[in-house]
């Protein structure tokens, strides 16, 4: 094996899992370097040794009811990129991701290539997730653009049996959808009044806009404090019970639609008005166009997967 392979670390308790992941790997020359572990106390001891590019582990591992392990993976700066493997008929894991920052899950028989096309993935959005610079109206728009599009990527895949599947209190991935598209619809629709109107509703901003980073972090810290979505941001939170798979292409299509109308109307405002005219946000209060672009995007990533936190 080569020395430029990536290094990948596999979590599972279960010996038949193992057994037919390494013979897979040997039978077609697995591109990564990899280690098998069988415990969560296994998987921080090397996690403690060694970096890792990215950890695929089973469900089971993510649940052990061992709080440990769980804060190291919600806490501990630098933590790999995850992946959960899933057994045919386990619940969607979006309770999984929110709570543990799992990146991406595959269930259960697979395709060898999609698996190894997965950890590609992850590695690459880690990648992508380093501070990000956008400082013109172009580069706004191009990763406005690839944040709505990963959305749609990100849901497209979920099959429609877990889509409208609920865990507790924590939202759907319909419901996520939903919240998205009714964030996107009120921005779309201010940014097209005239700019007079905006100036008298909500003055001009007297400073320069902040950072994507700054904006990313202030939001966060806010949810930290406790602040969540409410009145016409919640989702409907919707379960049909028939015609499952026409009402999520559905949804899909309405997610679409938002996405590329903002777009096209942002691509009328200029380079200097982005950061003269202010609009209020919900929980940070009020942003010039820019930075209220920069927490659309960040904002995608986050309810899409975990690659925004």
């Not at 290094?7 to 897979?24: C, G, H, N, Q, Y």
Request: net charge negative.
């Amino acid at each position: 094996m080569t020395n430029d392979k990536q290094f990948i670390l596999i979590a599972t308790p279960d010996e038949s899992m193992r057994k037919v992941l390494l013979e897979a790997f040997q039978e077609h020359d697995c591109p990564f370097h990899y280690e098998f572990v069988s415990t969560a106390q296994e998987a921080r001891n090397l996690l403690s040794q060694r970096n890792f590019h990215a950890i695929v582990m089973t469900k089971a591992i993510a649940l052990s009811g061992d709080e440990d392990t769980n804060g190291l993976i919600t806490s501990q700066a630098g933590f790999p990129p995850t992946i959960t493997l899933l057994q045919q008929g386990d619940a969607y894991p979006h309770y999984l991701y929110n709570a543990l920052k799992i990146n991406d899950w595959i269930t259960v028989p697979f395709d060898l290539q999609e698996f190894y096309n997965r950890i590609f993935s992850v590695i690459s959005r880690a990648d992508d997730s380093k501070p990000i610079e956008i400082s013109t109206k172009t580069q706004l728009i191009a990763t406005l653009e690839d944040a709505n599009q990963r959305v749609i990527n990100w849901f497209i895949k979920i099959p429609v049996k877990d889509f409208f599947t609920r865990q507790g209190e924590v939202w759907s991935a319909s419901d996520n959808l939903d919240h998205l598209i009714k964030s996107h619809k009120p921005l779309a629709k201010a940014l097209k009044l005239p700019k007079v109107t905006l100036q008298a509703m909500f003055g001009k901003s007297q400073n320069p806009s902040i950072s994507y980073d700054e904006l990313c972090q202030i939001y966060r810290a806010e949810i930290a404090k406790g602040a969540q979505a409410s009145g016409r941001y919640l989702p409907n939170q919707e379960n049909p019970a028939e015609k499952a798979e026409e009402r999520k292409k559905e949804i899909l299509h309405q997610f679409s639609n938002a996405s590329a109308e903002l777009v096209s109307i942002l691509e009328k405002w200029n380079e200097n008005e982005l950061d003269q005219y202010l609009l209020p946000h919900p929980i940070i209060g009020r942003l010039t166009i820019r930075e209220m672009l920069f927490f659309t995007i960040y904002h995608n990533l986050r309810h899409a997967s975990q690659e925004g936190d």
